[in-house]
């Protein structure tokens, strides 16, 4: 494309012979003044926070910017490998304060605003949550990234640049109601936008096939209804060490043509109208986790990541070597986080064959040395399946080499298994029926060298269930990489308190290398170090009691227990678990059985998917149990229960430090891996969970005493299926059957009578595959231990302390290691700058 933004032919070497920007505090004051009264045009009246926030995020830019583009320079200069992270979720969350800790500058910033009579904290709450992700497989693309720039590893995120991110949620009655996150209508000053780098997408019209004057079948893909796509990047700055990568946003836009053409018929307005369903395909993020929708646009939007990506990559490519390809798969590598993107399998091979006029064995060459896929579920509601018809008429070609790699790889399946049609039908990936599928998660297999679960039991259940035959035939793809989590946003930026004890304690290492966490062991028992750990757990908890008072009228007590379960509400995440648990505490203070108890303050938070109405019934079970105990005045201080609305990143950053007791308390076999659990276990919180995820390795590090340990293994849950029998469990446990008649009763719900009639009907149900009932003995006798041990309170901070000490593998730092050894195969690049 030939824009006023293509390269002139004279290059201008001296524009770039400046002096790198000023870190001093002067400098950097000097460009807050500025932008806030020259750029901003500022006036002395009124000082409004939005102003403010704004003129310190562009002068931090600056900064950013400049090594942002020497990283790219020196990258290319290098000419290293590089690796893309394909997500269709960037769970971002807000950049300032993870900006100033990276460019070393949070203590400059502080002293500066003081100065100015500002206060930094005040600014960085001004800051909207990039909210571009649903929950856990959107915030560890967002931990990825952080650690690659940290490690200094050369990998760009590409995802899409939704003008409205996850829903804001408010609780009304009870219940949940959704407002659209519009959260670039401040303006975003953290981005940059690059016309220059436009790239089309293809939707629609038809294939054609034609033999070319030296005998190539060449097949175009004409009439089509093109949408350009423009990139937005966000720098990504590694941790004090001149590196600055890429998250590079697609936005959707509508071509000039288009337009024309309908202009030119004379319907001005329907061309206005087509330029809108254009720039509908990054208008919204899905608000379904753990569930596909399998909607129209959803795909047309996964089409115009992959493809904006891969053209992007590739005419860098060409740039360089021309239509020489050799090499190109010892240069480039694709992470595919999860099948969302995985349409970009078939997409690499249009683009070579179709566009670069490759053989099918050498583009298919290329493709399956340079995609990787990563699962992040075995639920079976989460599996992608797009129906043939929608494919091919979406995207005509793409079906096309669909079922080319399909029948190809058939073909394969048919000699290793001769004569076995039974696993044809369960490899392929169309499956047969009275609609045809594409299994989005066979094409991933099929087109990649690497297939990884996120947690060693759930790449365990992979090879033994899902991908059973995949394993069988491919045994060399299968690897685990278990998730982790960013220690600089969730230790050094959102828990000051700790970061300062731990620094003056085993100084600062731990911030780029966490195993040295493991240096706190010997202080575990050390009473003078148990109550500074205890002062600031305090100091936290007091953060938290604000929080909550302000936003649901509720006092917690800092000295309680804060016992939080904080995740996306899901029947699997068995968040029904713990408010029968709740109930019960309730019952048990009514009826004076307090011997032994702790006083609690129990935390709710997440958000359910619009359209999954279980879940959003179990939000309003949480509300009116909380009421009714809230307002009881015979519970006293023994009992809190609060539903924190709108669970976002920035929430979690105040919630995580507070954390006594994180509830990890999903049906064994379910949760993947989960990253909640490594952010409280990182803060000094111990765990309450199952044998499911990282929770099994969260418990190996920590040592089973530092662990609460309850419910049904995976084998067990597996083998109850059949003859589970709930009814029968709560006639045996009066503790248990008490809590089902208060339910029942509608204590609860005294003038809604009925509305948790669903809830009831599928914890007893015999067919329940989240087995709540199966579990609740167990969980009550692993929260009477936590509460027990909560009272000794030189016993629970060394158990805390403890759990922080061994927390040193769930670092992103060590995740993009072992992703880096055994799959990207990167070698780490120094910046100039610094
Ligand atoms: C970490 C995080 C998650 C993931 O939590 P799980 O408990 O692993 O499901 C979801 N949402 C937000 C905002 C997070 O910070």
Known sequence: MTTRYSCSATPAPDLYDIEALSLSASALTDDFKRYYGVHLAQGKGCASGHYLFTALALTLRDRLLERMRVTQETYRQQNCKQAYYLSMEFLMGRALGNAALNLGLDDELKQLLNGLGLEYEDLAEMEHDAGLGNGGLGRLAACFIDSCATLQLPVTGYGLRYEYGMFQQRIENGYQQEMPDHWLRDGNPWELERPEYTRRIKFGGHTEYHRSASGWMEVQWVATNDVLAVPYDLPI???????????????????????????????????????????????????????????????????????????????????????????????????????????????????????????????????????????????????????????????????????????????????????????????????????????????????????????????????????????????????????????????????????????????????????????????????????????????????????????CGIKFHPDAMFDIQVKRIHEYKRQLLNILHVIHLYARIKN????????????????AAPGYAMAKQIIKLINNVAKVINNDPAVGDWLKVVFLPNYQVSAMEVICPAADLSEQVSTAGKEASGTGNMKFMMNGAMTIGTLDGANIEIREEAGEENFFLFGLTEAEVHDRKGHYNPQQIIEQDADLKRVMQWLKSGYFNPLESGCFDNILAALTSPQDPWMTIADFRSYVNAQHEAGLAYQDQSRWLRMSILNCAHSGKFSTDRTMQDYNQDIWKLTPIGSPID
Not at 322 to 344: E, I, S
Not at 592 to 607: D, I
């Open 237 to 551: 700055p590694g941790y004090q060490n001149g590196t600055v990568n890429r998250l590079r946003l697609w936005k959707a836009a509508a071509t000039d043509e288009f337009n024309l053409e309908d202009f030119n018929a004379g319907s001005y307005t329907d061309a206005v109208a087509a330029k809108n369903a254009a720039e509908n395909i990054s208008m919204v993020l899905y608000p379904n986790d753990a569930s596909e929708n399998g909607k129209e646009l959803r795909l047309r939007q996964q089409y115009f990541l992959a493809s904006a990506s891969l053209q992007d990559i590739l005419a860098h490519w060409v740039n360089r070597h021309g239509q020489d390809f050799t090499g190109f798969a010892d240069k480039n590598c694709f992470q595919l986080n999860d099948t969302h993107p995985t349409v970009a399998v078939a997409e690499l091979m249009r683009l070579l064959l179709d566009e670069h006029q490759m053989s099918w064995e050498a583009a298919w060459q290329i493709t399956t040395r340079t995609m990787a896929y990563t699962n992040h579920t075995l639920l079976p509601e989460a599996l992608e399946r797009w129906p043939v018809n929608l494919f091919g008429r979406l995207l005509p070609r793409i079906l096309e080499i669909i079922y080319e790699i399909n029948a190809r790889f058939l073909r394969e399946v048919a000699n290793h298994w001769p004569g076995d049609k039974s696993r044809l039908n369960a490899l392929s990936i169309i499956e047969e029926g009275h609609q045809q599928q594409v299994r989005m998660a066979h094409l991933a297999i099929v087109g990649s060298f690497s297939v990884n679960g996120v947690a060693a039991l759930h790449s365990e259940l992979l090879k033994k269930g899902l991908f059973r035959d995949f394993y069988e035939l491919w045994p060399e793809k299968f690897n685990n990489k278990t998730n982790g989590v960013t220690q600089r946003r969730w230790m050094a930026w959102c828990n000051p308190a700790l970061t300062q004890l731990l620094s003056d304690t085993i100084g600062d290492d731990w911030i780029t290398d966490l195993s040295q966490l493991k240096k706190l062991v010997p202080y575990a028992d050390d009473p003078i170090f148990q109550q500074k750990w205890h002062a600031a757990k305090r100091n936290n908890k007091v953060r938290l009691a604000e929080l909550v008072a302000d936003n």
């Open 592 to 607: 004076g059985e307090t011997e032994g108890l702790v006083k609690r303050c129990v935390l709710f938070g997440g958000k």
